[in-house]
């Protein structure tokens, strides 16, 4: 079939307001429930991160209260460490976005931490969204759209997405740990922030943006990005 692009964070943590490292990177669903879909449809999946570093799952992320039992949070567990896309990732400043025919960011808090900030993201982020490419982007990976920015303008300003919320982030206990609100920030850059109900499935289609607001959104953002393929 074709060749997806799932760009991931490469940092193990992030770091809060008071200077302490929380552990994290990706989070599981975000990751598995997109790599099932589009490997079922038949897709070839390249994984890339800032300096081809192997992307680390979130620990809290497998937990058996995120995965509806401990059942599928070994489940979860199970593809991820068969996943050998994430243990030979390439390095984001060596993707060749003609390559790839759709990009998908998951997210976790690691993106908050590097690709919130990072140069090489931005770009190909610019260049996806110019291409008309289909272009998915989860939770906290929106947090990689701040990166896309040209002589101070969001390449992402004026579109409608989805995020991780400031209510979320409250009711996850971080909001007051945070250096910055996702929510926040993307709202001051121009991007429209559509806010859905806390935790449910909620996703946003502008033009060949798909963004989805929580891990519960990634497999219906997935299954939007699958109907754009074609």
């Known amino acids: 079939m074709s060749k997806i692009l799932f760009v991931m964070t490469g940092v193990d943590y992030w770091t809060l307001a008071d200077g302490t490292r929380h552990p994290t990177g990706f989070w599981a669903e975000e990751a598995v429930a997109p790599y099932e879909a589009f490997k079922a449809a038949g897709h070839e999946i390249v994984v890339a991160t800032p300096g081809g570093v192997v992307p680390t799952v979130d620990k809290g992320s497998l937990a058996a209260q995120y995965n509806g039992g401990q059942e599928n949070a070994d489940r979860v567990a199970g593809v991820l460490a068969a996943a050998t896309e994430l243990q030979h990732p390439i390095s984001l400043q060596d993707v060749n976005l003609d390559e790839y025919a759709a990009v998908y ?126």
């Open 105 to 230: 960011y998951p997210g976790g808090h690691g993106p908050m931490e590097d690709l919130a900030v990072d140069a090489d993201s931005g770009k190909l982020l610019t260049l996806a969204l110019e291409s008309g490419k289909p272009l998915g982007v989860v939770c906290h990976g929106p947090a990689a759209l701040l990166a896309a920015e040209q002589d101070g303008v969001n390449a992402f300003a004026g579109y409608r997405v989805a995020a991780f919320t400031n209510d979320e982030e409250t009711q996850s206990g971080f909001a007051d740990k945070a250096k910055w609100l996702l929510q926040d920030r993307l709202t001051e850059a121009g991007v429209q922030v559509q806010v859905g109900e806390p935790w449910a499935p909620h996703i946003v289609v502008d033009r060949n943006l798909v963004t989805g607001q929580n891990p519960a959104s990634s497999a219906p953002l997935a299954a939007e990005l699958l109907k754009t393929l074609g």
